[in-house]
């Protein structure tokens, strides 16, 4: 064993380094993990973007598209690292997992020069998709194995500080797609063309990160493939074998609450761009749409991590310097405080939206928001007395604006509202009334569109029902059929009644035109308004949904302490958990471990979407038991550091806190 130990030390002694002292093969892996990402990261949402606009399938399945993506990561995550410890290798495993996600990208380019709407189109399609996520499933513990695998024993400042730009890697190749991809969208206005440039990019970058890993495979240390131990573990029929399956449980014991503090992760981020929407997001004379508020936040989340990634090199010297050690289970208790502490912030956040009254239109004046559902671009203009009032607004298909606030001269004012496309101009008189809100629903044809102007009622839902309103862009009458009172929308008559809907579950109304639908509403928020503009019954029932957010006037900004506090908490979470079970893990399983650690995250996932969107409670309580719940856990996952720590010294005679 020492001769094998001796020999490892002696190879890893020989391979090129950068001033003597970083691996030439962890800058490799840094870069291929970079383009990687860059390629992977905004693909799904396309591919997802593709499967319903093609299949006619609701975005209502989206959750059911993510459970089964995710479930396919976690199975092939703990499959290949059984595979890849016992007789792959994690150079090997890497490269096939390059090959599958190359074999994904083709059978999604071929399926593009198929006809549409066809068996083996649909097929096509969800091998591509089940490739890709049993190749990211298999690459992402074999890349952090062998990125550790490159630094000697003695080097844990070194093989830390590559961790930290591994992670660096993956968020930077993510922020690089989210300024590419609506780049291209731009350029394509995102037609199939545009689909298929970035496809066949993303072709491009995998093969040359293939050749790229053959070329420089001289470069790398790889491990002489030992024994798996994880089968041995199951079997434990040797003496010298106790004490590797004590560790296994030991860091299995340890893992347990991680899937939960992922879970309550993902909820904290999703939890801070639903509170930036009931927000006023004015800044410097710019009014933030919700997409460019979530562009902004991934921005500044990179931007963190990048600053947070150089800062730890230079933090770590000084704190270690007075005397302050930072060894990895204190830097991941840390960031879990500081998770627990923007949750708070949330919280208090939340109790001050709770506050501030809704802003209202006063006297003479009142909120306009158009929405449009024209298979176009349209553009409008609003005069009074032959002055543009609301100048060149331009919404595109499936678009909609946030109320504007319209000056009136008097309590009702007549204007002459002027829309047009590239193909029509349309010319029509509209009277607005002071102190009330409307919507300007816009549906049709390019070459001949019409306009419906709805009067907003306040939301005056209570108990936590939902108010829903239901607009028909349909050239036929449809009728909707009620327990509590059936109604019919025609040409003369396309707005529904105020519906109160109970949240408690998702909804359904059964409705006919020429034949029977089943008209999904889907899940419900406590307290929401929605509006649904039905603007498809052929194959399916097809519409819109629209949530009326009611914007607080409490700016935005006020969200920037929790994200850095939240970013900077994630990052020594992650970092600290990548070091910890590469340093933990005895030989022969850090794969296995690393998958392990891994599936707590794709678990996190699916226990956030299958569990956490069906609590119907205010956002305030809401926010109040998760940040209950993350304390919690983070006590129990000290308590349990703790044992590890008391265990393994026995073990090993070594302390790790």
Known sequence: MEAIEAQKEEQLLKIKKFRNKFPVSGIILLIIKWLDNTSFSELYGLLKKNFFSHFNFSTEYGNSLDLMFHCCLTSMALISSIITDSCLGKFNALILSQVLLLTGYSIVIAREFLPEDTFMSMFLLVTGLLLVASSTGVKLPCFMCLAGDQFQENQVKERNMMFSFLFLSISFGEIFATFLVPLIKDLECFSKNCYLVYLLASTCIEIFCIVLLIVSKKLFFIAVLKRGKILEIFKCI?????????IFFLLLLFTIPFPFLWALSKKQTNANFFQAKKMNRSLAGFSWQNDEVQVCQAYVSGCLIIIITFSEICVRPIAKRHGFSFTT???????????????????YLELQIE?????????????????????STIHMDLYKNT??????LCVAFKKHENYKKIHLDSEYQNFLNKLYSSKTLKKENILLKEKEKYTLVLYGRSRNFSSLLIHDEEN???NGLADVKIVSALDKNITFLRALGSFRLTEYN??????????????????KTDVIYWFTLGLLDYGGNYMYV???????????KIQTIEIKNISFVWQIPQLIIFEIGEFMVQVSCMQFYYAEAVEGMKVTMMALWLNTIFTGFLIDTTMIYNFLLPSWIDQFIFSSIQLALIIIIVITAYYYQETIIKLRRKPHF
């Open 238 to 246: 040797q003496e010298e074998q106790i004490r590797d399956v004590k």
């Open 534 to 544: 039905i603007i498809k019954d052929t194959p399916i029932l097809i519409s819109w």
């Open 494 to 511: 396309r707005v529904s009644p105020s519906l109160r809907i109970k949240t408690n579950r998702s909804r359904k109304l059964l409705c």
């Open 460 to 462: 005056t839902s209570g």
């Open 355 to 375: 506050k501030y009254p809704y802003p209202m239109p006063g006297p003479r004046e009142c909120y306009l928001r158009v929405i449009n559902v024209v298979d």
């Open 387 to 392: 002055t543009v009032s609301y100048s060149r």
């Open 329 to 347: 289970m204190r830097k991941m208790l840390i960031g879990m405080l500081l998770i627990y502490i923007s949750m708070l912030i949330t919280l």
